[in-house]
């Protein structure tokens, strides 16, 4: 069973910064991609950063200059980094472990962790 581990979100100021973490656990052959995808309420699920087993990223337009998404390949954890965070960041962020497979011979499947909520005041 592949589960993404959330660290806690939390409540923030607007300029304020804030780190979230996610650590794939269980039996993990390989996976391609980790990431994050903010939810707010009442909106879809939006990519905001991956990062692959390469190390290559890819952010939101609307996070570039302010989020980094980084790895630590030995724990299977990536890391979010948000700094000047606005009102608008508000959600809940999912992290998402894509086409990962338990055994070299399993078809690849997508896995979601719980989601962590971030709030910020304005």
């Known amino acids: 069973q592949v589960q993404a581990v959330e660290s806690a979100g939390g409540l923030v100021q607007a300029g304020g910064s804030l780190r979230l973490s996610c650590a794939a656990s269980?039996?993990?052959?390989?996976?391609?991609?980790m990431g994050w995808y903010p939810q707010a309420s009442g909106m879809q699920r939006e990519l905001v950063a991956t990062i692959t087993t390469g190390g290559n990223t890819n952010y939101a337009d609307s996070v570039k200059g302010r989020f980094t998404i980084s790895r630590d390949s030995a724990k299977n954890t990536i890391y979010l980094q948000m700094n000047s965070l606005k009102p608008e960041d508000a959600a809940v962020y999912y992290c998402n472990i894509a086409r990962a497979r338990i055994r070299w011979t399993d078809p690849k499947y997508n896995y979601w962790g719980q989601g962590t909520q971030v709030t910020v005041s304005s």
């Open positions: 269980g039996r993990i052959f390989s996976f391609e991609t």
